[in-house]
Nanobody, 121 residues
Framework: QVQLVESGGGLVQAGGSLRLSCVAS????????MGWYRQAPGKQRELVAT???????DYADSVKGRFTISRDSAKNTIYLQMNSLKPEDAAVYYC???????????????WGQGTQVTVSS
């Protein structure tokens, strides 16, 4: 019912920048929260940055000051501007959204397929 599609990943040198995009489409009544997570090989998936249900932003300590989350609500799209990338930022980056598909229904968490970010040292 809801699809999330990420784009913008790739290979970048340490110190470089990338901008990720995530578009939500399908049967969307309301998006309560939407954000970015990442998972590196052998590690658990972790929060990177998100718009919360109270419409604030939350960042992992490791990316504060380097990454910026933004959105275009009219397009159900969020972005992640990643600057000063480090090798430890390399991971698959996933978009997640807490979506209500119709009035009165319970919001459900949807996930994208992920986009690979590789940072060379």
């Amino acid at each position: 019912q809801v699809q999330l599609v990420e784009s913008g990943g790739g290979l970048v040198q340490a110190g470089g920048s990338l901008r990720l995009s995530c578009v939500a489409s399908g049967t969307i009544y309301k998006i309560y929260a939407m954000g970015w997570y990442r998972q590196a090989p052998g590690k658990q998936r972790e929060l990177v940055a998100t718009f919360t249900t109270s419409d604030t932003t939350d960042y992992a300590d490791s990316v504060k000051g380097r990454f910026t989350i933004s959105r275009d609500s009219a397009k159900n799209t969020i972005y992640l501007q990643m600057n000063s990338l480090k090798p430890e930022d390399a991971a698959v980056y996933y978009c997640s959204a807490d979506v209500q598909t119709a009035w009165g229904t319970i919001p459900f968490d949807y996930w994208g397929q992920g986009t690979q970010v590789t940072v060379s040292s």
